[in-house]
């Protein structure tokens, strides 16, 4: 299985700071990453799908780069509603699909 | 509105059996291949099996921690999937989520989730 490294496992930023989340795969993945932001009690939502595509409905402010193992996701000036966990997940083994172990963003 | 609406949730013992459902409303279930995923108490995200839809074969697969116990099902007539879960463990207490990448085949990316359903298997 191609293993998934989120880093950090959790950050405390202020609103409108810059944060970047990182994820790194066991093995060249090319693009086939995807990013998803879940709330407490809630199901994840898609952020960036095939590493730097934003998803319909998902503010710019969001954004995702890299190809091979290491990508990172990037939300530019954070927003209080962007508070919640942030996991990768690759799909080059689709269906076997595997996530990182998630980044909680907490607020500073 | 396309929707996923997951139930059959509950607590069991160890060792029963549990049937998840997981109701496709705004679009055809049957077009569409499908996944489920679990989340264990403060956890992250664990793929449990996949569903191809009957044009890619109609087969399913799944992870090597459910494998032999867990049985994933479809009634497209109905635009219903279905988990069948025996020989439960304690660790396979989680919240059950089905998914579909119903707009980003291409990279296997989950757009539509159901709300989940939660599991737990205690004694």
């Known amino acids: 299985d191609i293993q998934m490294t989120q880093s950090p496992s959790s950050l405390s930023a202020s609103v409108g700071d810059r944060v970047t989340i990182t994820c790194r795969a066991s093995?060249?993945?090319?693009?086939?990453l995807n990013w998803y932001q879940q709330k407490p009690g809630r199901a994840p939502n898609l952020l960036i799908y095939a590493a730097s595509s934003l998803q319909s409905g998902v503010p710019s402010r969001f954004s995702g780069s890299g190809s091979g193992t290491d990508f990172s996701l990037t939300i530019s000036s954070l927003q209080p509603d962007d508070f919640a966990t942030y996991y990768c997940q690759q799909s080059y083994t689709t269906p076997r699909v595997t996530f990182g172990g998630g980044t909680k963003v907490e607020i500073k | 509105e396309v929707q996923l609406v997951e139930s059959g949730g509950g607590l069991v013992q160890p060792g029963r059996s549990l049937r998840l459902s997981c109701t496709a409303s705004g679009f055809t279930l049957g077009d569409y291949s499908f996944s489920w995923l679990r989340q264990a108490p403060g956890k992250g995200l664990e793929w449990v099996g996949f569903?191809?839809?009957?044009?890619?074969?109609?087969?399913?697969e799944y992870a090597a921690s459910v494998k032999g116990r867990f049985t994933i099902s479809r009634d497209d007539s109905k635009s219903i999937a279905y988990l069948q879960m025996d020989s439960l463990k304690t660790e396979d207490t989680a919240v059950y989520y089905c998914?579909?990448?119903?707009?980003?085949?291409?990279?296997?990316?989950?757009?539509?989730w159901g709300q989940g359903t939660t599991v737990t298997v205690s004694s």
């Open positions: 569903s191809r839809s009957k044009a890619y074969g109609g087969t399913a």
């Open positions: 998914t579909t990448t119903f707009g980003n085949d291409v990279f296997h990316a989950f757009d539509i």
């Open positions: 093995q060249s993945i090319s693009s086939y």
